[in-house]
């Protein structure tokens, strides 16, 4: 008998999410292909700046995803010369630019447009007049602790006294064992 009802409930709980999902994309026409434009309708969208601060003179990746994997043009104050996108493997459209390497210290509004005319997208890039430098990585694992710990003059005399003592015990004691057994004598 629970078995029957854990059906029933199954079999209702999988009418209820496949019988919407056809009629929502019926009714959705909107539901096109990613950066897809309906006919006489322009498509706007924004443009993805990686990194979006960079030094004057540096390089900028630019992301879109408008235009339907065509071409699109990118133009800004800060580039050095007009952005050409092409398609990308993930399905967006791609372009690298160059900030112009006497470029202010400022936001820069970025403008692109699909070639055919069927859409646009805006964003920004903030250049800044010093260079980005990069921070040195530390220098050891535990996150530098091993420079305080490391002593430059080592265990000392003390300690080299004791090992050398030691070593010379041991020595002492494989030469003995080694002529008590040429003797014959293991006692």
């Known amino acids: 008998m629970r078995s029957a009802q854990l059906t029933l409930c199954a079999g209702v709980v999988l009418a209820a999410v496949i019988v919407p999902a056809p009629t929502a994309l019926a009714l959705a026409p909107a539901a096109l292909a990613p950066g897809a434009v309906r006919d006489n309708e322009e498509s706007h969208g924004s443009v993805t700046v990686t990194p979006s ?97 490391a002593d430059t003059e080592g265990p000392g005399t003390p300690y080299t006294l004791i090992g050398l003592g030691l070593a010379g015990v041991a020595a002492v004691a494989i030469a003995g064992r080694s002529v008590r057994k040429r003797r014959g004598t293991t006692h």
């Open 53 to 149: 601060t960079i030094a004057a003179g540096g390089e900028v990746d630019l992301r879109i995803g408008i235009c339907g994997g065509k071409k699109a043009i990118g133009h800004s104050e800060a580039f050095s010369s007009p952005a050409h996108f092409h398609p990308a493997a993930d399905g967006v459209m791609f372009a690298e630019a160059r900030i112009r390497s006497d470029a202010e210290g400022r936001d820069y509004g970025i403008h692109v447009k699909c070639e055919d005319g069927s859409g646009s997208a805006d964003g920004n890039v903030t250049v800044v007049h010093h260079r980005v430098e990069p921070t040195a990585p530390v220098r050891a694992g535990g996150g530098g602790t091993a420079a305080l710990a």
